[in-house]
């Protein structure tokens, strides 16, 4: 049968916004693993971040990091290996922007004109992070490890954020806002990521997946865009983002990982009821 994918976003989706519980959404998760759908989550977290999340969730499948940045394979996932991927160690890499240091430097050329309306986790000790996140300390110390990027939290005004924006994009950067920060890094998304994994997924089973995207913020836009079904969970903190689809697309009544599981499940019964659609095997 043709393979159905779940990209996902986790902050504010699969994890409840402010406690991080993905408990709502257990059961679910357990009966796709069974059934064989992948589900991949698609996040603005770091490589260090996800390996325990994936252990915790009895995830195997491959990852999405930082914004798109990159996509992490487990060794041997594929039975011929994608092109374009680096080892490291029991991963591989697809790598689509420059490393962090990089953008710390772009970030550094502009600081002077915008001092004290922002701080970059790169400026932040391990308890401004806790306290801005929510986060446990360790957890904290793993999100600070970026690899492609760097958050900012902004303090200034709204006429300032645009005008640092403009000129940490005139110098060759993206900037891409999610739940809580500005993410600087390079001309990559979660969409771009999402095509990339797809065709990998093709090559492996010579027929293109059934993709479903689930995100409930602006960063996750392009992702909700590229795959084929889109579902978007309300969130208590923001509107939802707005997207030039209209077909294909689902918008949770619950927050969070409940509606996570609620938008999901009415995807996934939809695929089962169209004769034209796939089915997971």
């Not at 005004?157 to 890094?185: C, K, P, T, Y």
């Not at 030039?244 to 089962?272: C, H, M, Y």
């Given at each position: 049968m043709?393979?159905?994918?779940?990209y996902?976003?986790?902050?504010?989706?699969?994890?409840?916004?402010?406690?991080?519980?993905?408990?709502?959404?257990?059961?679910?998760?357990?009966?796709?693993?069974?059934?064989?759908?992948?589900?991949?989550?698609?996040?603005?977290?770091?490589?260090?971040?996800?390996?325990?999340?994936?252990?915790?969730?009895?995830?195997?499948?491959?990852?999405?990091?930082?914004?798109?940045?990159?996509?992490i394979?487990?060794?041997?996932y594929?039975?011929?290996r994608?092109?374009?991927?680096?080892?490291?160690?029991?991963?591989?890499?697809?790598?689509?922007?420059?490393?962090?240091?990089?953008?710390?430097?772009?970030?550094?050329?502009?600081?002077?004109?915008?001092?004290?309306?922002?701080?970059?986790?790169?400026?932040?000790?391990?308890?401004?992070?806790?306290a801005?996140?929510?986060?446990?300390?360790?957890a904290?110390?793993?999100?600070?490890?970026?690899?492609?990027?760097?958050?900012?939290?902004?303090?200034?005004?709204?006429d300032?954020?645009q005008?640092?924006?403009?000129?940490?994009?005139?110098a060759g950067?993206?900037?891409?806002?999610?739940?809580?920060?500005?993410?600087?890094?390079?001309?990559?998304?979660?969409g771009?990521a999402?095509?990339?994994?797809?065709?990998a997924?093709?090559?492996?089973?010579?027929?293109?997946?059934?993709?479903?995207?689930?995100?409930?913020?602006?960063?996750?836009i392009?992702?909700?865009?590229?795959?084929?079904?889109?579902?978007?969970?309300?969130?208590?903190?923001?509107?939802?983002?707005?997207?030039s689809?209209?077909d294909?697309?689902?918008?949770?009544?619950?927050?969070?990982?409940?509606?996570?599981?609620?938008?999901?499940?009415?995807?996934?019964?939809?695929?089962?009821?169209?004769?034209?659609?796939?089915?997971?095997g």
């Amino acid at each position: 049968m043709t393979r159905i994918l779940i990209y996902t976003d986790l902050d504010g989706t699969l994890l409840d916004h402010h406690s991080y519980s993905h408990a709502p959404a257990d059961a679910l998760l357990a009966q796709l693993e069974r059934d064989g759908i992948p589900v991949i989550p698609c996040t603005s977290k770091t490589r260090a971040e996800l390996l325990p999340l994936r252990e915790e969730l009895h995830n195997r499948h491959p990852f999405i990091v930082e914004n798109g940045a990159a996509v992490i394979v487990p060794r041997n996932y594929f039975e011929r290996r994608p092109a374009g991927l680096e080892a490291a160690g029991d991963f591989l890499i697809k790598r689509f922007v420059e490393p962090r240091s990089h953008w710390l430097q772009l970030i550094g050329d502009v600081a002077e004109a915008f001092r004290g309306q922002f701080r970059g986790f790169s400026a932040m000790d391990e308890h401004s992070i806790v306290a801005l996140t929510g986060l446990d300390a360790a957890a904290a110390a793993r999100a600070a490890q970026r690899e492609f990027g760097e958050p900012i939290h902004w303090t200034g005004d709204a006429d300032q954020r645009q005008a640092f924006i403009s000129a940490i994009e005139s110098a060759g950067a993206q900037v891409l806002q999610g739940g809580r920060f500005m993410h600087v890094s390079g001309k990559c998304d979660k969409g771009s990521a999402l095509r990339w994994l797809n065709h990998a997924y093709a090559e492996a089973d010579g027929e293109p997946p059934v993709s479903i995207a689930v995100g409930d913020s602006h960063n996750d836009i392009a992702m909700l865009e590229a795959a084929e079904h889109a579902l978007i969970v309300r969130s208590p903190a923001h509107p939802p983002p707005e997207l030039s689809r209209n077909d294909k697309l689902t918008i949770s009544e619950a927050f969070g990982p409940q509606g996570w599981d609620e938008g999901v499940r009415r995807i996934l019964t939809k695929l089962k009821k169209s004769p034209e659609e796939t089915r997971h095997g």
